[in-house]
């Protein structure tokens, strides 16, 4: 089975715990190797290589590390002297809209579970990439927490490819595209 994911669409990859939806994000960002078939990225029907690909998604997942010792703002500042922000943005505003400004200046290794995983949102969301994979984006996060994520995802979704692995409907009902991975392997296996 073939799948072409194309910029502007949102796609949410569902199927039970273990099924291999992360492990598709995975391959997807060229962290692991498919052990059958392969990922083509084309840019104006031209080949895009491996060494190039980071710079075109962003990544969040609860298996990603953030660095412990940075303040929030530190880590923010290092992550976006990689990938540039996306435009109308700052550092400042981002931690602002994320309401973690009263911490600013404290040391991620004392952040909370749900603190690291707005952290881990920003530096996906707010990248000026034009691919976001998502993998259980709203893991540790609370009621307003959700609700941060959803506005949020509604500001800067446009224009972008969104794949988005979970199994939460509040993380991916906003997508106009579903596959589950479960009927993928049954119908790759075939």
Known sequence: MDLSFIQGQS???LGRNGSGKST???????????????????????????KDQYQ???ITAPYLEMVEEFTLREMLDFHFSLKQMIDGY???????NAGLSKSADVKVKYFSSGMIQRLKLITCLFSDV??????EPCTNLDEEGIAWYRKTIEEVKQDRLIIIASNQA?????????????????????
Do not use: M
């Open 24 to 50: 598709l994000l995975k391959i997807l960002c060229g962290a692991i190797v498919p052990t059958k078939g392969k990922v083509t990225w084309l840019k104006n029907k031209s080949e895009i290589e491996l």
């Open 130 to 135: 034009p691919i976001l994979l998502l993998d």
């Open 56 to 58: 075109l998604y962003s």
């Open 11 to 13: 796609w949410a990859i």
């Open 170 to 190: 509040h993380e991916y009902d906003f997508c106009s595209n579903l596959v589950r991975i479960d009927n993928l392997i049954k119908e790759i296996k075939q």
């Open 90 to 96: 700052s550092v400042d505003t981002v931690i602002v």
